[in-house]
Structure formats: C-alpha cells, structure tokens
C-alpha cells in the first residue's frame, strides 16, 4: 500500500519490464497454431492378399492381351502388307501394299462363294429358334419327365463339336451310314444320297447338325423366360375370349422377345465365325467354304495379306450386322 495516496496496489496486476518480462514469456507455453506441425506420410503396409488378388485377377487381361490385342494388331499390319516377298510366316521383307489385299478377296469368287455358303448354313441359326421355342413352349406345361427332356436337349450343346461332326460323319456316310440305310440305299450307282460328295447334300447335313447340337442352348433360355411370364396376363387374355394362339403371339411372344433377341444376336454372331464343322467334315467341295474356313486357306497357303484383309472384312460385316439387329429390334423386343 501507498501509504501516500492509500491505495493498495497488486503486484500481479503491475505491467512488467525488463527481466520479469522476459522470464515470463520463456515460461509461458507456445500455442499449438503457432507451432508448424510438418505432417508425417504414413507408410502403407504391403498386404500380400492384395498382392495375389491382383496377379490373380490380371490373369484374363494377360490373356486378352496376349491372344486379342496382339493379334488384332498384327491382322492390321497383315491387311495393308505385300507378302509376295516373304517366306513362310515371316513378316521381314513385306512391303506397303496398300488396299490391294482388301481389293483381291472383294474380287475374289471364292470368297464370294465362302459368304454364301455362310449365309446357307446360317439358316440353321433361325430354325434352332424356332424349335426351340416350340419345345420350350412344350416343356413349360405340366408334363412327365421335364427335367430329362430338358437334360436330353441341352447335351448336345455342351459336347465337344469335333466328336460331334465325326460322329455324323458317320452316319451321313454314303456307302454304309444309318442315314441312307434308312432311306433305304447305300449304293451310290443306284441314287444313293451322297452326302459328303456333292454340294446340295453337303449344306443340308451341315444345317441339320448345326440344329441339332446347337438348339438345346435356346431352349434352356427359352424355358427360364416363360417361367417370368406374367400369368396374371395370360389368363385375363383368356378370360376375355383369346384363344391359345392370340395368346401366345399377342402376350407369350412379346414378354420373351429379349430372350429371343439375344439368341438372335449370339447366333447370327456364330455362324459368321462357323468354322469347326466344315473344317471337320473335310472334303473337296467348295460348299465347306465359308468365310472363316476361306480365310484359314488363306493363312496355310502363306498369303498373310489376303488373310488378314478378310478377317477385317469378316469384323466390319460383323458389326454392320449386329448394328441393323440392334436398330431393328427398337420395334419389336419390349422390355416392359
């Protein structure tokens, strides 16, 4: 206290100067903020199931890209390469050739004759169709034994389609196949069918192996999509007086025409690429030409350029047709 003024005065309160002051900032703490905290990069621990998920699940893409990428690659070079200097399969001494390649097969008669004798076989594509969506139907009502006429079907399909083709082979042999012992002549002097030996024959047993081991796929489909038939549907239709048929076009058909739509696409995608069944069947005919086979021919007889301009022109075709299906469907598949 001043004894003076008589006021008392608090030692705490008072302004420091000189050393106080700075003892007592060197005592006072520093604020977090004012302390630049530099951030530590955690390290990431190597986890070893990432490691084999990852090299496990690159596997396709390895595979894609060593049996697609690099393939579809070379068939580019191949298109717009001259290999008339070249031995063997080699490509050192191709040259520029331009659109010549791509010109010589759009000239070419045989391969005229591969893309019809395609389009022949093709056919099969659409009567497996209908068969199957005829014995689906079939199979879908109330009838003994569903489940082995199912498993009747589909057998073929999934078997192998080289023992398949050997096997009726056989049995379209002129001199001694069941099929001319049934008709009831093997003797080729006598009219007897030749079936590997002439044209006509030759496209018929092609279509009707193609259906036979390819149909059981469809009806497998087919059978899944009508058991998601609005029943509810069906039955007011037939309430309201339609009968089996108008209800089977006007409602049935309609409510599966996805599934059908994609058999389609899958099927005419298949028999561009049909190959194995004629290769199989051998022969000297120009109906086992089709437009894979031709370029095949192409490949063994070392002409690289023609092989690889048409298996461009095969992909182009391809996609123009799987396009037109698929503008085309915008009137006909409902999703609904």
Not at 161 to 190: S, Y
Not at 278 to 293: K, W
């Amino acid at each position: 206290m001043n004894p003076e003024q008589g006021i008392l005065l608090d030692e705490e309160a008072l302004p420091l100067t000189g050393d106080a002051l700075v003892e007592q900032v060197m005592e006072e703490p520093l604020l977090e903020e004012e302390i630049p905290v530099k951030p530590q990069k955690k390290k990431k621990k190597i986890n070893k199931e990432e490691i084999w998920g990852t090299a496990l699940a690159s596997i396709p893409l390895i595979g894609f890209f060593i049996f697609g990428v690099i393939p579809l690659a070379m068939a580019i070079a191949m298109g717009f390469l001259d290999f008339s200097a070249t031995q063997g399969w080699s490509f050192s001494g191709a040259t520029w050739g331009g659109f010549e390649n791509f010109a010589y097969v759009l000239k070419d008669k045989l391969f005229w004759q591969s893309v019809g004798n395609t389009l022949i076989f093709g056919s099969s594509t659409f009567i497996s169709l209908i068969l199957a969506l005829a014995i689906a139907y079939l199979l879908s009502r109330d009838i003994k034994g569903r489940s082995i006429w199912r498993m009747i079907y589909f057998v073929p399909y999934v078997c192998s389609t080289i023992a398949l083709t050997l096997m009726w082979k056989e049995m379209f042999n002129p001199a001694w196949g069941i099929i001319n012992q049934m008709l009831g002549n093997t003797d080729l002097a006598n009219g007897a069918i030749n079936w590997t030996g002439e044209n006509t024959p030759f496209y018929f047993m092609v279509i009707i192996m193609s259906v036979w081991s390819g149909m059981g796929y469809g009806i497998l489909l087919y059978t899944a999509a009508l058991t998601n038939v609005n029943q509810s549907m069906v039955e007011a239709a037939r309430i309201d007086g339609a009968g089996p048929f108008r209800t089977f076009f006007r409602i049935i058909l309609p409510t599966i025409s996805p599934t059908t739509f994609y058999l389609l696409i899958m099927g005419v995608i298949g028999l561009l690429q049909a190959f194995a069944t004629t290769f199989t069947l051998g022969g000297d005919l120009t109906a086992r030409y089709t437009i894979v086979y031709y370029m095949y021919e192409r490949m063994m007889a070392y002409d690289l350029g023609v092989a690889g301009a048409s298996a461009w022109i095969l992909t182009i075709f391809i996609l123009i047709v799987t396009l037109i299906q698929f503008i085309g469907s915008k009137k006909w598949v409902k999703y609904d």
